[in-house]
């Protein structure tokens, strides 16, 4: 790739991506192999030996990812959980202390919770929206600063750069949860973090059809150790899964252009409903984090979370009324998404102090009309 060939929308279709050499196919092939003729004892023929190590449909997937947040190594998995499970295994040690928001995911709660904590790894949350407070949450022996940005079902927003250093002034590593955003909204590394994660399922696949995850780092080192321990680990990216991913990250751009055009409208709507109490989008200026979105992010994302008066049961309703908005558990897919997090999502937090509003929904908002989409969230408000 040369130099005048680095925009974002240029990166996501040609990164890694090469005509392929014996037949001049553009675009990379699904290589559906598990093992490799060798040239010799240890004559690996491009590097390849066994598809748990390497497989070039992955390694042109990883080399992309790696592009797209402008680090030197990317890393794909069978899963976003799987990521994030390497990454904590490569970098944390029993003994060690890590800072996890106070709104994250269910899923990273519950790994955290039921998997990291049994290994002898110790967490504590913090609202990561607010720099004094990650300082306030470090220990002598943190390790890691985890960090969703916008935060996942909240819509909180963290001030990476600002948190990226106090992370580094405490010898702890900074970890950008960067799914709602996807990288062309924003890239952590950029502003100083050391890893990004992703599940690819989301916005990076972008049709809900694959499950995937990912990391991304600068550290070349660090990106050695992290390969080292996925195939140690092996939840490797399939091949199809990653052909899969990589058909969908060359329609991001454009994409997310839409996705966010219509979430916008979706927040307004919304803001004036009278049945609303809250919407949580950090693209409207009432948003606490508006200011800090505005100077990281391209644009605000397409997830929107709003709060229906009347509590738990008036949310649920709204969800089962939606008809356009499909009743779902993922996001980031091209048609919308309706769903309730205190029930599904976000049901492992329940009791915790990660525990969500039980009168909150969480939309996915697609790439359909908007004013169908308006339309529909209407009538399921009644």
């Known amino acids: 790739m040369t130099d005048k060939h680095q925009s974002f929308e240029t990166l996501a279709i040609h990164a890694g991506q090469e005509a392929d050499a014996a037949t001049g196919a553009v675009v990379t092939p699904i290589y559906q192999v598990s093992t490799y003729k060798q040239d010799g004892v240890g004559g690996l023929r491009g590097g390849y030996e066994y598809s748990r190590s390497a497989n070039p449909t992955r390694t042109a997937l990883e080399e992309n990812l790696a592009a797209l947040e402008g680090g030197r190594r990317g890393l794909a998995f069978a899963s976003g959980l799987a990521a994030e499970d390497c990454l904590l295994r490569t970098v944390l040690a029993p003994g060690d202390h890590v800072v996890i928001p106070n709104d994250a ?13 049994a290994w002898g790894v110790q967490w504590s949350v913090a609202d990561t929206s607010d720099p004094a407070a990650v300082r306030a949450g470090l220990r002598p022996n943190t390790k890691v600063v985890w960090v969703e940005t916008p935060s996942n079902p909240l819509l909180g927003i963290t001030d990476i750069a600002a948190v990226a250093a106090i992370a580094r002034g405490a010898g702890a590593r900074l970890v950008v949860d960067n799914t709602f955003a996807s990288p062309y909204l924003q890239q952590p590394l950029a502003l100083g973090a050391d890893v990004v994660v992703h599940s690819t399922t989301k916005y990076m696949g972008g049709h809900s059809d694959v499950v995937g995850g990912a990391l991304v780092t600068a550290d070349a080192e660090l990106g050695e150790q992290f390969a080292y321990h996925q195939n140690a680990m092996g939840a490797v990216a399939g091949p199809f899964d990653a052909w899969l991913v990589m058909r ?5 751009a454009v994409r997310m252009d839409r996705h966010c055009a ?12 009278p049945k609303v109490t809250q919407v949580l989008y950090p693209g409207l200026p009432s948003h606490p984090g508006h200011e800090t979105a505005a100077k990281q992010m391209r644009a605000f994302g397409g997830m929107v979370s709003f709060r229906v ?6 949310a649920v309703e709204v ?24 029930r599904m999502t976000h049901a492992s937090a329940a009791g915790s102090a990660l525990e969500v509003p039980s009168d909150l929904v969480r939309l996915s908002v697609g790439i359909e009309s908007v004013d169908d989409l308006l339309a529909d969230l209407s009538q399921a408000l009644g």
Do not use: D, Q, W
Not at 106 to 116: E, H, P, Q
Not at 262 to 273: D, T
């Open 262 to 273: 219509n979430a916008a409208r979706v927040a307004e709507m919304l803001a004036s409903h």
């Open 248 to 252: 969908g990250i060359k329609t991001l």
């Open 309 to 314: 008066a009347g509590g738990e049961e008036a």
């Open 105 to 117: 995911y269910g899923g990273t709660f519950r790994l955290f919770s039921k998997v990291v904590e």
């Open 319 to 342: 969800c089962n009324r939606a008809e356009l908005f499909t009743l779902g558990e993922s996001l980031g897919g091209v048609e919308s998404l309706i769903e309730h997090p205190g």
